[in-house]
């Protein structure tokens, strides 16, 4: 028995409104999968890849956890990553975290989560080496929104420093990183100042997007 009809509804809803749009559009994607594009984000229900940057399924590849950590030991985000880099050969990474994390937040205070405090000590690592910057801030949800920012950052590096990334530079395939942020309260994406083409080119942009961010300057939207 179905127990959730209305998203059986929905799925049924949406599936004849693609192929009003294109009547081949199901055959094409079941025969081949080739984004450009791998998205790194956060679960959070309200961060939806594909319609953010309006691209349609098959257009996207995507992972997403609890505040958009990259691990050195996660075998299931190296596997996407891998799979993306060297298989699919996308073009681009985007690590987007987005304001009002709840993650990030727990984080910042230290709160007990569970079973995700202990994922989460890796976006209290970022907080304890930027003490000085966070503390400089005039109220919690500017802490907040900055260690949302100084996450994207270092998880961004944490891509540029796997072995996957460095063996497709190293054998000079085209691969930028990028580290964005989205907000909740208008939409809109911006851009942390990350932008890697190679491992000198990755430990370059940290600086400088670190160094932007210390100062005070925020990130950039679009124009």
Request: charged share 25%; with cysteine.
């Amino acid at each position: 028995m179905n127990r959730l009809p209305h998203l059986f509804e929905n799925n049924r809803r949406w599936a004849d409104e693609m192929r009003a749009r294109d009547p081949r559009f199901f055959e094409k994607l079941s025969q081949l999968q080739s984004p450009r594009h791998l998205w790194i984000g956060c679960a959070d229900s309200r961060v939806p890849a594909n319609e953010i940057v309006g691209l349609l399924p098959g257009e996207l590849f995507v992972h997403r956890n609890v505040a958009n950590v990259v691990v050195h030991t996660d075998l299931n985000c190296l596997s996407v990553i891998h799979f993306a880099v060297s298989v699919l050969r996308v073009r681009h990474i985007i690590v987007c975290g987005h304001y009002g994390c709840g993650g990030v937040r727990a984080a910042l205070h230290g709160s007990q989560t569970g079973v995700s405090e202990n994922w989460l000590r890796h976006v209290q690592d970022v907080r304890r080496r930027n003490a000085r910057t966070l503390g400089a801030l005039p109220d919690d949800d500017a802490r907040a929104d900055r260690l949302c920012e100084l996450n994207v950052i270092e998880q961004a590096m944490n891509v540029c420093l796997t072995s996957v990334v460095c063996e497709a530079w190293q054998q000079g395939q085209p691969l930028d990183v990028h580290g964005w942020i989205y907000s909740l309260r208008d939409g809109l994406l911006r851009d942390v100042r990350f932008h890697a083409q190679s491992e000198a080119e990755a430990a370059e942009s940290f600086d400088t997007a670190a160094d932007a961010l210390a100062r005070g300057l925020k990130p950039e939207a679009a124009a």
